[in-house]
């Protein structure tokens, strides 16, 4: 699921254009188009999902002679003007319209309409599930056979030679002669008459190939060699999954243009870092013309970082190719989250941060902030700490992630603020694992704009946010910053005011702030913003001490200029007094 998706929303009436507008606001990339049927072709596979604002005949009038392939065709969803129905019409799978549908009408508070056999018997699509773990389908035309076996009985036998998670419909089996799915790179079995289909071959994309070739040979003759070993040792073409040579030869037409075709990444390597490969024989011709000692066997071990070769270099005319099997943890989709849920429950957590959870493996998280998203995480791995261990969760995660799965660390409110973020990031650098992962930080509604929102508007001018928890900071720099931010006139934030263990910081931090500031300057009180039990105060500096608070609460003292108003808390910007407006 993602926001970014760049969707053709097409509209006619002014309803269904208003609804496009309200779309727009979930997917910023979307483009609003008023709907021609001629104005389809121009969009269709163009990689972007359509989303058509209108009753489904016209749409299915429109698409009718685009639509070819399910592997081609792009996702089309039909909505109502009135967002009650988010219809999935084609390309459910591979394309994207179930998802697209259900997430469409999650944001709308619809309905989504799937029609697709496996979803309504609460199957996996076998389609969907070889894409989402990189295996490509080679035979499509066995495709519809063994989704339908799986529908009708519920079920699937699945040879793997892979390590991978099957789904629970999926039976492994032992004996690829009884196999209806065959996950492996080596070519087709020819398989006794057992078989009463033929089955589905699925082929694991981590097949990396060295090649080294002569200047000027071109694409059909790299291909043909490239075929010529697969056939020879039984491997799929359809596995491979990228190219690997000298970097002198990166721009080499032919090798290009075979990379292009079939959309293999293409890696290189200097003659430095080929001859850094231990055990590979030294060919004198190709040292001299390169300064390598030998390009296909070293570059193909280099880009897979495999141990051992599969398939030693063979030579093919002008062409020589290296096959070796990609190492297991390489190439994973291994990420970090840090995922900020906001000072409360569910509703305040944005629509990124909640997908991002969704998608996680595993949930790392401090206790409290867990059991305020139950719903969220119930079906997940969930490994929480206690209050004090922050860098065991942070090493959790990153142990996590390179075991190639993909994690969310939980931080309340927002997670660079006193949070997850920054912790994760210095453990991530101060951490040995050669290989790490990406952090993608996801921010929330810090306990600040909570506190700020509950009491009206406080923070309407410059403030400064200050914790009084002196378990990393010495209070000497807490008091440096309290001296400097009320002798600057900055509203301030006090967050973690007050624990059983120092209850006296609040009464050192007031008597700084009376220094510079009236005892009457308003304060707000605010305890667990945002959730059922929160609890407002509204008082000055003088009575601060005799209010309750606790590791819950934050507080926001005024500045010179706050007031108090209707029980509201108000920080003028200046916007009344610039034009003597202002009534005092
Ligand atoms: N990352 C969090 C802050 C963590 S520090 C954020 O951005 O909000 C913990 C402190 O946050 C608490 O001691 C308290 O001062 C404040 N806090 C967190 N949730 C709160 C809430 N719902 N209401 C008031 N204060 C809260």
């Not at 929480?384 to 190639?404: D, K, N, P």
């Not at 400097?484 to 700084?512: M, T």
Request: glycine fraction near 8%; charged fraction near 25%; charge should be neutral.
């Amino acid at each position: 699921m993602d926001t970014d998706r760049k969707i053709a929303l097409f509209y006619i009436t002014k309803g269904g254009f208003e609804l496009a507008q309200r779309l727009k606001g979930f997917y910023p990339r979307a483009e609003i188009v008023k709907f021609h049927a001629e104005r389809v072709s121009a969009f269709w596979n163009k990689g972007k999902p359509l989303l058509f604002i209108m009753a489904a005949g016209i749409v299915v009038r429109a698409i009718a002679s685009q639509a070819k392939d399910k592997r081609t065709d792009p996702a089309v969803v039909v909505l109502d003007e009135k967002g009650r129905f988010a219809i999935s019409l084609l390309s459910g799978h591979i394309g994207g319209a179930n998802a697209l549908a259900k997430e469409v009408a999650e944001f709308l508070g619809g309905e989504a309409v799937i029609t697709t056999a496996s979803d309504v018997n609460n199957l996996p699509s076998v389609d969907l599930w070889a894409r989402e773990h990189h295996l490509a389908i080679e035979n499509w035309d066995a495709l519809s056979a063994i989704s339908t076996k799986l529908i009708n009985t519920g079920a699937l036998r699945v040879y793997s030679e892979i390590l991978i998670d099957l789904p629970e419909t999926f039976l492994e089996v032992s004996d690829p002669e009884c196999a209806d799915v065959l996950i492996a790179h080596k070519g087709r079995t020819n398989f006794s008459a057992h078989h009463a289909k033929e089955p589905l071959y699925l082929r694991p994309r981590n097949l990396v190939l060295g090649i080294g070739c002569n200047r000027g040979t071109d694409a059909d003759e790299i291909e043909s060699a490239v075929r010529a070993v697969m056939e020879a040792h039984n491997l799929a073409f359809s596995a491979i999954r990228s190219l690997a040579t000298l970097d002198k030869k990166g721009d080499e037409p032919g090798l290009v243009a075979f990379a292009q075709t079939h959309d293999f990444k293409l890696e290189t390597f200097t003659p430095a870092e080929l001859n850094a490969v231990r055990g590979i024989s030294k060919s004198e011709i190709v040292f001299r013309a390169t300064g390598a000692n030998a390009v296909s066997e070293p570059a193909a071990l280099l880009a897979s970082e495999a141990d051992v070769l599969l398939v030693s270099k063979q030579k093919m005319g002008n062409v020589t190719v290296a096959v070796a099997d990609m190492h297991p943890q390489k190439g994973k989709d291994s990420k970090i989250y840090v995922v900020g849920t906001g000072p409360g429950g569910i509703e305040h957590i944005t629509p990124r941060a909640f997908r991002a959870i969704r998608a996680a493996d595993v949930i790392i998280g401090y206790k409290t902030y867990l059991d305020l998203i139950p719903d969220l995480i119930e079906d997940k791995e969930v490994i929480s700490f206690g209050m004090t261990q922050e860098v065991e969760r942070g090493r959790r995660a990153l142990e996590i992630a390179s075991e190639g799965k993909s994690v969310a660390v939980i931080s309340g409110g927002d997670p660079g603020v006193y949070g997850m973020a920054g912790l994760v990031l210095e453990v991530l650098k101060n951490s040995d694992s050669p290989s790490k992962p990406h952090v993608e930080v996801l921010p929330g509604v810090s306990a600040l704009n909570a506190c700020a929102a509950r009491l009206g508007a406080p923070i309407m001018h410059d403030f400064a946010v200050i914790s009084l928890s002196d378990r990393l900071t010495p209070w000497e720099a807490i008091r440096k910053r309290l001296e400097a931010a009320s002798a600057a006139d900055f509203v301030i934030a006090l967050y973690n005011p007050k624990s059983k263990g120092r209850p006296e910081h609040i009464r050192r931090a007031r008597a700084i702030i009376l220094k510079h500031r009236k005892p009457e300057t308003p304060v707000g009180i605010v305890r667990a913003a945002t959730r059922e039990t929160d609890r407002v105060i509204v008082t000055n500096l003088k009575e601060l001490l005799d209010c309750e608070m606790d590791m819950q609460t934050t507080i926001i003292i005024g500045n010179s200029q706050t007031f108090v108003f209707d029980g509201y808390l108000v920080t003028p910007r200046g916007y009344l007094e610039k034009k003597g407006l202002a009534r005092r």
